[in-house]
């Protein structure tokens, strides 16, 4: 990706407008849509953090740009298909009523394996920036992502709790 601050500005505000969207039409509080967003912020910070302890802050702009547009890419179709299959509201259905699961279409069922692979394989997109910006292997790649995942989800937490939203 090239050295383009604006270009990362852009993607990030995109990003964020997407996830904003996603959470907020699945029904969920602007107050826990705001706290996503704000682990997000976390996850950039521990990622420059992680970047700048290995020697290589320098490549920070490059690496923030080729995740957030792969972010992006993917996250438009995995969000589109997963309003557009209601996997929402099954969930809700599910967790409401265990005992009673509801019927899954066709279309459903064939549908969910495909954004299941479409989610590994963005991960695996994931790990192969972060092996190359941080000049790791594949495992200390995948434990790095999962650290930043972990990361976002604390950070999102502590705030939705702060907030009194959850």
């Known amino acids: 990706m090239p050295y383009s601050p604006p270009l990362l500005i852009a993607l990030l505000i995109a990003c964020g407008a997407l996830q904003a969207f996603f959470n907020v039409y699945n029904g969920a509080a602007p107050g826990v849509a705001a706290a996503v967003l704000v682990g997000g912020l976390g996850l950039i910070g521990a990622l420059h953090l992680l970047l700048r302890g290995r020697g290589k802050s320098l490549r920070f702009v490059q690496t923030m740009t080729a995740l957030a547009a792969v972010y992006l890419l993917f996250g438009v179709v995995i969000d589109a298909l997963i309003s557009?299959?209601?996997?929402?509201?099954?969930?809700?259905?599910?967790?409401?009523?265990?005992?009673?699961?509801?019927?899954?279409?066709?279309?459903?069922?064939?549908?969910?394996?495909?954004?299941?692979?479409?989610?590994?394989?963005?991960?695996?997109?994931?790990?192969?920036?972060?092996?190359?910006?941080?000049?790791?292997?594949?495992?200390?790649?995948?434990?790095v992502l999962l650290l930043l995942f972990l990361v976002d989800w604390f950070v999102a937490s502590l705030v939705a709790s702060a907030m009194g939203v959850v």
């Open 84 to 143: 557009w299959l209601s996997l929402a509201a099954l969930s809700k259905q599910v967790l409401e009523h265990p005992e009673h699961p509801p019927a899954l279409t066709t279309l459903q069922t064939l549908m969910i394996p495909g954004v299941l692979g479409l989610v590994i394989w963005q991960f695996c997109v994931f790990v192969g920036i972060v092996r190359r910006a941080l000049e790791i292997p594949v495992a200390g790649a995948v434990l």
